[in-house]
């Protein structure tokens, strides 16, 4: 379990970009709340299946800044403009990756949808949906801690959301099938997925590094506390 301690400053005293960044999310995190954080769970959540096959729905390269703007707002549920997490969000959903296997298309309304190819699945909701929520929880916990000890905090999400990776995909043991394709078993929970482990575990986690080591330049978290 890490520990994140909080030092209280006086505000007269700030300079006055900082006194900025903390006005941007005045409480401070609980040190609980890392560890709940470095223990959710990192395999993507269960989606929904659409009733679209998606060999018919056209390929879609990338999503327009508007596509993502209504995602972020209404998939994730962020709707104040003022909450600077929502604008990061916003800058990370750009880098945002498909896994393997997954491409994105567009639906008969015109709405953008994610396929997996191995498993025809076609669902609203971004594979990495959970990454996202994770990184949204970050920002806000970062942006709630001193600037002096930012760089702790992050660094032990980072070797959290390592270690975590690594426990999950030793969970997962690879099993044949009568197709002669392999399929893979959770030692846990007994689900079954003929993706492999890594295809789905890792993208989430490399995602999540690469944002990290952006949050820790104060300077990039001082233009996110702007206007949208």
Not at 42 to 50: F, L
Request: net charge neutral; aromatic share 6%; proline share 7%.
């Amino acid at each position: 379990t890490t520990t994140t301690t909080t030092t209280t400053t006086t505000r007269t005293k700030q300079p006055q970009q900082q006194q900025q960044m903390q006005e941007c999310s005045p409480e401070s995190p609980q040190p609980q709340q890392v560890t709940q954080l470095s223990s959710a769970a990192s395999a993507p959540a269960k989606q929904e299946v659409d009733k679209y096959d998606s060999s018919s729905l056209p390929i879609v390269e990338a999503w327009s800044a508007q596509e993502r703007i209504g995602y972020i707002r209404g998939t994730l549920g962020f709707s104040d403009d003022s909450d600077p997490s929502l604008r990061i969000l916003l800058d990370a959903s750009d880098e945002l990756p498909l896994p393997v296997a997954w491409s994105m298309r567009r639906g008969p309304e015109g709405s953008v949808l994610f396929a997996n190819s191995l498993t025809g699945q076609v669902t609203p909701s971004h594979p990495l949906e959970r990454a996202l929520l994770e990184l949204a929880t970050t920002c806000r916990m970062i942006l709630r801690i001193p600037e002096s000890e930012r760089s702790k905090f992050l660094a032990a999400l980072q070797v959290s959301w390592k270690e975590r990776a690594k426990n999950e995909l030793a969970r997962w043991k690879q099993e044949g099938s009568a197709s002669g394709s392999p399929t893979y078993v959770h030692s846990l929970t007994g689900e079954v997925m003929v993706e492999h482990p890594a295809d789905v575990i890792l993208p989430g986690q490399f995602f999540l590094s690469k944002i990290v080591r952006r949050l820790a330049d104060n300077d990039y978290l001082r233009s996110r506390c702007g206007s949208l």
